[in-house]
């Protein structure tokens, strides 16, 4: 079983939540009646009527799910370093890499969603870190 993930989420089409919320914006239809003729969820051209900041597409592309802590250029950045440490036999702990990984998501300016009393990446995070690297940990 696949935890964490709804398969019933974001199921509708891009193309046909643009033409909703265009048609409720425009004033040629209420919430409900786009909603029922192009097929995707009242509350969902609610929220996106309303939320005006960003704009449509944007709304329309967010990706589901948790964000990455680190970009791949990031983390490529942080395989290569500890590539580079082990190779001068200085073996990191597990510690440091997730301490690592928290200062460069800070550095990056952005609201990470690492453990902020350690000051640290996530065991789950590191776990995956773990099998883009060969090297050896203390």
Known sequence: MDRGRNPKRKKWEKE????????VQAGTMAYKSPAKQFGVPKSTVERYVKNSE?????????LLG???????????ELVEYCV?????FY??????????AFQLDISNGKNTHCLKKT????????????????????
Do not use: Y
């Not at 046909?16 to 048609?23: E, F, N, P, R």
């Open 16 to 23: 046909q939540m643009i033409l909703a919320v265009k048609a």
């Open 54 to 62: 960003p704009s449509l597409d944007d709304l329309v592309n967010v």
């Open 66 to 76: 948790r964000r990455l802590i680190l970009t791949w250029e990031n983390k490529k």
């Open 84 to 88: 580079e440490m082990d190779k001068q």
């Open 91 to 100: 073996g990191l702990r597990k510690h440091d890499i997730e301490i690592m």
């Open 119 to 138: 000051e640290a990446a996530g065991k789950k995070w590191m776990a995956s870190f773990l099998k883009l690297i060969n090297c050896c940990l203390r």
